[in-house]
């Protein structure tokens, strides 16, 4: 869809993903902060979400200027509005964008260290990584028990992959191709 500002909109979100993550540490932190939200999963989900849309819309913007334009004509033409193209004609194309950008997503949130560092100073409310990290630190030497740790705190990511990996494939190769 068009409107006024779309391209600069679309700038400034490719700008904040050239900004280093440790810049907004403290941006980040102070207004977390500043919300009352230190040492909760909401202050945590918040954060997660902001550092998160540049790069996601970035992925998802591509795959939809990828998609047909004729194919939203068509819709208009039978008199569909934009809510008819988005739930019949983009969403399913994209699925295997949407697949991807899941995998990606959770991965990434699942893996974070330094946010979940600074903003949960609980140690009932730590995030997996760093419990993983405090859990090295308590068996410096003992490689098996560290890696049985990693393997476990690696299964979700597996799981969302293998749930995911049909919308993966779809996304390299036509639907033609798979039926043969």
Request: hydrophobic residues 50%; positive net charge.
């Amino acid at each position: 869809m068009s409107f006024p500002g779309k391209n600069a909109l679309f700038m400034l979100l490719m700008f904040s993903m050239m900004v280093p993550t440790l810049t907004n540490l403290i941006s980040q932190f102070l207004l977390i902060k500043g919300l009352r939200l230190m040492d909760t999963y909401t202050g945590l989900i918040l954060t997660y979400i902001g550092t998160g849309v540049a790069a996601n819309t970035f992925f998802l913007r591509s795959c939809f200027l990828s998609l047909p334009h004729s194919l939203e004509e068509s819709v208009v033409i039978d008199g569909g509005g934009h809510w008819t193209i988005w739930l019949h004609i983009a969403l399913p194309l994209s699925a295997p964008a949407i697949g991807t950008f899941t995998i990606m997503a959770f991965s990434n949130v699942w893996d974070e260290f330094l946010y979940a560092l600074t903003l949960i100073k609980s140690p009932e409310k730590r995030t997996l990584p760093i419990a993983l990290k405090m859990f090295q630190g308590q068996n410096l030497n003992n490689w098996s028990l560290i890696f049985a740790a990693s393997l476990i705190a690696l299964a979700p990511i597996l799981l969302v992959y293998i749930i995911m990996q049909k919308q993966l494939i779809r996304g390299g190769i036509s639907d033609g191709m798979l039926k043969e």
